[in-house]
């Protein structure tokens, strides 16, 4: 009797374990899948000394916490893309048609598109747009802007952006 007690609550903890990872399984697979395009970079400030150096590690760094920080979210399920030519360039925060093509090759409902413009010194603009693929239109459109430009106002200019999109509903 007691070995069929224990053969019982043994299946019955199996059973509970295969549905919890049926369920995980079954909701990460629900989250909106979405595809982060590297952000572009122009400077109008006029500014003599050259940074192009530095703004790129500095793009780098807003890159990688966008995607860190959606990804960790635990809202969306980020589809990496392979879209390196140079028809797939991000410029202004307008994600070109191969760029939105490879998203959606890659399984993404949604792609992540935008891009940083110094205007003076101590002014930086930054736009962020999320574009639904299958519906062919913009769900998320904002312009922030930050003053500084150290790896400071980058990191919270970033940490910004990541919050507000990571706050959106969006449904496959």
């Not at 399920?77 to 191969?98: K, N």
């Not at 736009?127 to 769900?139: M, Q």
Request: net charge negative.
């Amino acid at each position: 009797m007691e070995r069929r007690i224990t053969v019982w609550i043994a299946g019955c903890a199996a059973l509970v374990l295969f549905t919890v990872a049926a369920m995980s399984a079954a909701a990460e697979k629900e989250l909106p899948s979405v595809a982060i395009a590297a952000f572009s970079y122009k400077d109008t400030s006029g500014e003599v000394r050259d940074q192009t150096q530095e703004h790129r590690a500095r793009l780098d760094m807003l890159n990688l916490l966008l995607r860190e920080k959606l990804a960790s979210g635990g809202k969306f399920t980020i589809v990496h893309m392979a879209c390196e030519s140079a028809e797939c360039a991000v410029e202004d925060g307008i994600a070109p048609a191969a760029l939105a093509q490879s998203a959606a090759d890659a399984g993404a409902r949604y792609i992540l598109v935008g891009g940083v413009q110094k205007m003076s010194t101590l002014v930086q603009w930054a736009r962020v747009n999320v574009l639904d693929l299958k519906e062919r239109k913009t769900v998320f459109d904002r312009l922030y802007s930050f003053r500084g430009d150290n790896d400071e106002a980058w990191r919270q200019a970033a940490l910004f952006a990541a919050r507000d999109v990571n706050e959106l509903r969006l449904g496959d």
